[in-house]
Structure formats: structure tokens, C-alpha cells
């Protein structure tokens, strides 16, 4: 049925460009700001291109339950609330463990698949990543379902291969079908895309696996009793790991100790490795309670205070940001210690004493006495050594496998004590707690050029490490998978790998007797930044050949994303905003920091924020250049 606004002209047309969790961000602002009163008597099409349509992103719904996600069921949510979006918050419903409990979803007897048998989900449960992708389906199912009468959704399942000028001051979208589209503007939310095809002739192409995603596709042609050399040692690498274990038919087993991999046969021999050689940390059984962490020094005041200190220049990575940050993660760790200590009280008690002491310049002294007070308990906490720990010297590969076991055992205690009950993760997780607080310091050329290089390379690479690694089970089971020798990290850090003909050849580089092993297969499971320079992406490609984006900060290094502005439009070839153009996700990354991720409940949100202030803005444009039209009755 066609509505009396339907026939009207329509006020704008909007095109969003991708339709995983920050296109579907992006949708639901349009749709639940242009319910609102102010936007009455308007009509708005918006023109959504994706070449899958379901919203499920990289979050494909038939991957296997092993693959699971690394953020906890409770802290994942597409609802906004009122504290990102103030008092426009539309429709509220269930995060993803409320949403799994009311379906009656339980967790299986091998800890990870989720069906109807098996012990009730917990909030602080990693779950399947597939099982987010029926989520997201759903909150878009039931975003269409409540689209006002003056919005128009039409949804074109094709891939954009480009975004040209049209008239008016329009934007042109080409579709792969062949189809184009007029939009007033565009917003440009493609998220993950694929790195450019690798150079079929470069030594050893052949048995390069350059994409690990899916798993079970990508090294489908290794055999059993082939070796893999695998680079990384983080999330992809468990990723690829339960792959060619659990994903083979093997099992686990527990044991006094842990746990016994019980292999298939069906395994190859896997040699991991990676730059630094130090194994991630695995992320706590359980979360804080009790709400958002609260700062005492790393703030947005302190910030200004440095930057106005400077005079507005760009801040130091070593000498302004990495002070405060050490110290907050001394004041979390005391803060919990005192909790564990003597009770929540005197962890409050304890927090405003550091805050007058902050206040009065007495801080270091206050934090010197706690580090003595709490040393025997709970050990010596150094976010020095945590965050950049002396490069240890090996006499041979068996030391260094000592060592690496050693550093994940040390690390699963305190993870299996939870952030409650480890003030040592209650430290580290500052890095994750103020992740908002870093990016008001780091965004938008926040940091000279010496210190954007550093922070979007190795320090990017030490956060990661130290707070976003992966579950605490994936950590159990590559202690089992060393010990039936399925896997084995011979090489110590910063190994050479070399095409030798007929085989990788991977051979260390620090190690005191020195050790080399070949490789039927080399693979690297590392995340990486976009490279808008190096795309797989044909619109990306397009984009920037035709001037119409450009790299952020062209002599860094590190960080290759699209340069955006404050605003958000991306900066084009010759240094101006296309303001008819809006970029988020994780394109942007380099002009902003971490935008990979889905949004959590439970405080200010980022990603959803920026979808609020873009289609609010987007909307006051669209209104300030048409009145609106008083509906008609159907016999009009």
C-alpha cells in the first residue's frame, strides 16, 4: 500500500553504503530520528547497498561455534541508550545475553556450542561468533518492522564499485549489477574489507595462505602431517588454531591440571610465531561489577590541561600520554587491592584519598606507600614492564618454550580470578576501560608525527596484547596443544622466514643455539589496519584513484585508513571535505582510534554516537533545505 507521504516528494535520499553493525547503527538513527515530530511532514528514502542484506557483517551465521567471539555476551548490545544518544533512544530491547536466555539457548557440555541442552548461559560467556550474527539479523528484522510511514527502505543486495558526482550536488553510487543510484548523501560504512590480491609470481605464492577467513576454507588444501607456519599469536591465530583441531574432529578433555587434546589424525603440525615472541594475555572469566570504571588522572581535563600546557601542539606519546596511563593502572590496581583487602568501602575511601592527592601533588607518594602496603598480597605491579617487558635472551628453543608456557599459566591464574578478583587485570584493564579517554587524545592528529607512528604501530600492537586477547579456554587449549605437540613455539622472538625453493623455511634470530625448521605452508593471522593504498575493495580502489579519499597522514607508516574529519566527511586529494560524504567503522582507523568492534550496553557508546550526531546532522541539512508537507487523506 502506497501512504499519502509515499507519493510525495521526497525530502532527501540517503545511501548507506554496507550494512554490518555500523551500517545498521547508521539505519536505526534515520529511522527513529525522522519518527520524531521535528522531522513530520517530510518523506526520507534511504538507499541501503550491501551485497548480503542481512546485517550480519563478518558475523556469517553458519560458521562453526568454535569460532567464538572475545567480547563477553553481556557487553554486546545495538539498542543506544541515553547516555550516547540522549533522549532519542527509539526502541530498547535485550543484549545478546538476554536475548540467547530469552531463546532458551544453553551451553554445551564442550563449553563453547550453544543449542537447547546444556548448563543455562552466563552473562560473562564468550558465545559463538555466528551466534552474533543471528542478533544483528534480528535487530535489523525488527528495525523494519517498526519503519515509520514517511521512511523508505530499499535495499539493493549488490556491491558499490563507485561514488561519482551527480547533479544537483547530488552523489552517484554505481552499483556491480549495473544500476545506479542518486542520493543526496552518502555514508560509507563497509567496515572490514579485504587487502589487495597478493602477486601470484612472488616466492613461494603457492603455498601462501594470504586470507585466513573462514578458517575452514582457507586452509582446507593443508593436510595431515603437513607443517603450517603460523605468524600471530592473537585472536585469528586461536581462531585458526580451533580450526585445524576442533574443526578436524579433535576434542579436549579435562585433567587434574587443564586440559588433554585428544587429536583426530586429522591435524597438521603447526609452528607459531610472531614478532615480539610474548604471548597475548587472555581476557578475565568475569567483569567489573558495579558500573563504568571511574579515572582519577586519565580524564579529558587532564588532557586539556597538557594540550593548553603546549600551547595546542600535538602531544607526546612517552612524555604526556603514557604518564597518565601508567599511573591509572597503578590507582586500579591499589583500588582493587583494597577492595580484596578490606571491602568496598575502603576502595572508595581509598579513591577520593588519591584524589585529593592528585589534587595536591602528593599522588606519587600516596601510590609509593600502596605499592609497599599491597606487595605481599598481591605482588609487584609495574605497568612499565607490563606494557614493555626487557627482551629476554634464550639459550636455546626449549628455554624459550619454557618460558612462553610459563607466561600463559602466570596469566591464566589471574584471569580465572576475574576483574574482581585480580588487581593485576583490574590494571590492565584501564587500557580498555578509557579507551575513550585515549581516543579524545589521539584522534584527529592528537598525537606530533613521531608518536602517531609509534601509537598506531607497536603500542596499538602492546594494547591488543595486553587487554584484547583472546578467551581464557583458547589459552587452556594451546597448553594442551603444546604438550601433544600438535603445536610447537620453537623460534623465540622475531624470527626469519624465507621462501627456500621447495619450502618456508622459518629460522630464529635470538635464540643462543640457533634453530630452523621448514614449512609446507606459511599463513599470517594478523588482524591488520585498513590500507586504502593497498585495497582489495574495487570501491575503495575507485576512491582513491579518483581523488575522492585520501590516507590519513600519507608519511605514517602505521596507519593507513581514510582521513576524515572531526565531522566525519572524508578529506579528498586535494586536502577539502566532501561533505556529502560520511565515513565510519573501521575505515577510519589512523584519524580515529579502534573502531573494530560491535557497540556495548551500560555507558556512552562511541560507535553509536557517532551514527547519532552524523544522521542528526544529516537530517537538520536535508530539513533546512525543504518545508515540510501536510499529509494528505487517501482520497486526495
Request: proline share 7%.
Amino acid at each position: 500500500m502506497t501512504t499519502s507521504l509515499q507519493r510525495t516528494r521526497a525530502a532527501g535520499t540517503v545511501g548507506i553504503i554496507g550494512l554490518g553493525s555500523r551500517g545498521i547503527g547508521v539505519l536505526e538513527r534515520l529511522v527513529t530520528l525522522a519518527a520524531r515530530p521535528d522531522w513530520a511532514g517530510r518523506r526520507l528514502v534511504i538507499e541501503v547497498v550491501d551485497p548480503d542484506g542481512t546485517g550480519v557483517g563478518i558475523h556469517a551465521v553458519d560458521q562453526p561455534d568454535h569460532l567464538l567471539l572475545n567480547t563477553v555476551c553481556a557487553q554486546v548490545s545495538l539498542f543506544p541508550e541515553e547516555a550516547t544518544v540522549g533522549t532519542a533512544v527509539g526502541d530498547q530491547g535485550p543484549n545478546l545475553y538476554e536475548w540467547v536466555t530469552a531463546r532458551g539457548l544453553k551451553v554445551a557440555e564442550d563449553g563453547y556450542a550453544l543449542g537447547a541442552e546444556g548448563r543455562p548461559v552466563r552473562p560473562d560467556d564468550y558465545l559463538p561468533r555466528r551466534v552474533l550474527g543471528e542478533y544483528l539479523d534480528w535487530f535489523l528484522r525488527r528495525l523494519l518492522d517498526r519503519v515509520p510511514e514517511n521512511v523508505e527502505i530499499r535495499l539493493h543486495r549488490a556491491a558499490a564499485t563507485s561514488l561519482t558526482d551527480g547533479p544537483d550536488d547530488s552523489r552517484q553510487i554505481t552499483l556491480d549489477t549495473g544500476e545506479t543510484l542518486r542520493v543526496d548523501t552518502v555514508f560509507l560504512t563497509t567496515g572490514h574489507t579485504p587487502p589487495a590480491a597478493p602477486d601470484p609470481e612472488a616466492p613461494g605464492a603457492s603455498r601462501r595462505i594470504h586470507e585466513i577467513y573462514p578458517p575452514a576454507e582457507a586452509f582446507a588444501d593443508v593436510t595431515a602431517g603437513q607443517t603450517v607456519a603460523l605468524g600471530g599469536t592473537g585472536l585469528s591465530a586461536m581462531d585458526v588454531l580451533a580450526s585445524l583441531t576442533l574443526g578436524r574432529g579433535g576434542r579436549y578433555e579435562a585433567i587434574d591440571d587443564g586440559l588433554r587434546y585428544l587429536p583426530s589424525g586429522r591435524e597438521p603440525r603447526i609452528l607459531l610465531f610472531s614478532r615480539t615472541g610474548i604471548p597475548f594475555r587472555a581476557r578475565p572469566a568475569t567483569n567489573r561489577t558495579g558500573g563504568p570504571y571511574e579515572p582519577v588522572v586519565l580524564t579529558h581535563q587532564a588532557l586539556d590541561r597538557l594540550r593548553s600546557a603546549r600551547d595546542d601542539r600535538a602531544l607526546d606519546l612517552h612524555g604526556d600520554l603514557l604518564p597518565l596511563i601508567r599511573t591509572e593502572m597503578r590507582i586500579a590496581f591499589h583500588r582493587r587491592g583494597a577492595a580484596l583487602a578490606r571491602g568496598t568501602d575502603a576502595e572508595h575511601t581509598l579513591t577520593a584519598r588519591l584524589r585529593t592527592a592528585a589534587d595536591e601533588g602528593s599522588l606519587d607518594a600516596e601510590l609509593g606507600a600502596l605499592d609497599v602496603e599491597h606487595a605481599e598480597r598481591f605482588g609487584h605491579f609495574d605497568p612499565q614492564e607490563l606494557l614493555f617487558p626487557d627482551s629476554a635472551e634464550f639459550d636455546s628453543a626449549d628455554a624459550y618454550r619454557k618460558w612462553y608456557e610459563e607466561r600463559l599459566r602466570s596469566d591464566l591464574v589471574e584471569a580465572r580470578l576475574g576483574l574482581e578478583g585480580s588487581p593485576t587485570k583490574a590494571g590492565l584493564e584501564v587500557l580498555r576501560d578509557l579507551r575513550d579517554v585515549v581516543r579524545y587524545a589521539v584522534d584527529f592528529g592528537g598525537l606530533d608525527e613521531n608518536s602517531h607512528d609509534e601509537f598506531y604501530g607497536s603500542f596499538t600492537a602492546t594494547l591488543n596484547r595486553s587487554v584484547t586477547g583472546p578467551q581464557l579456554d583458547r589459552h587452556d587449549e594451546l597448553l594442551a596443544l603444546l604438550d601433544a605437540g600438535i603445536v610447537s613455539v620453537p623460534f623465540g622472538p622475531a624470527p626469519r622466514v624465507e621462501w627456500d625453493q621447495a619450502a618456508w623455511r622459518i629460522s630464529s634470530t635470538r635464540l643462543g643455539t640457533a634453530h630452523s625448521a621448514p614449512a609446507d605452508w606459511l599463513a599470517y593471522a594478523t588482524s591488520g589496519q585498513p590500507d586504502v593504498e593497498a585495497t582489495g575493495s574495487p570501491l575503495l580502489a575507485d576512491l582513491v584513484a579518483s581523488g575522492r579519499i585520501r590516507r590519513h597522514r600519507p608519511g605514517a607508516r602505521s596507519s593507513r585508513g581514510v582521513d576524515i574529519t572531526a565531522d566525519q566527511h572524508p578529506v579528498t586529494a586535494d586536502g577539502l571535505p566532501d561533505r556529502k560524504v560520511r565515513v565510519l567503522g573501521p575505515l577510519c582507523e589512523g584519524a580515529t582510534f579502534y573502531n573494530h568492534y560491535v557497540p556495548s550496553p551500560g555507558g556512552r557508546n562511541r560507535a553509536l554516537a557517532d551514527a547519532d550526531r552524523c544522521a542528526t546532522a544529516v537530517l537538520a541539512e536535508l530539513a533546512a533545505v525543504t518545508e515540510p508537507e501536510t499529509p494528505r487523506s487517501p482520497a486526495q
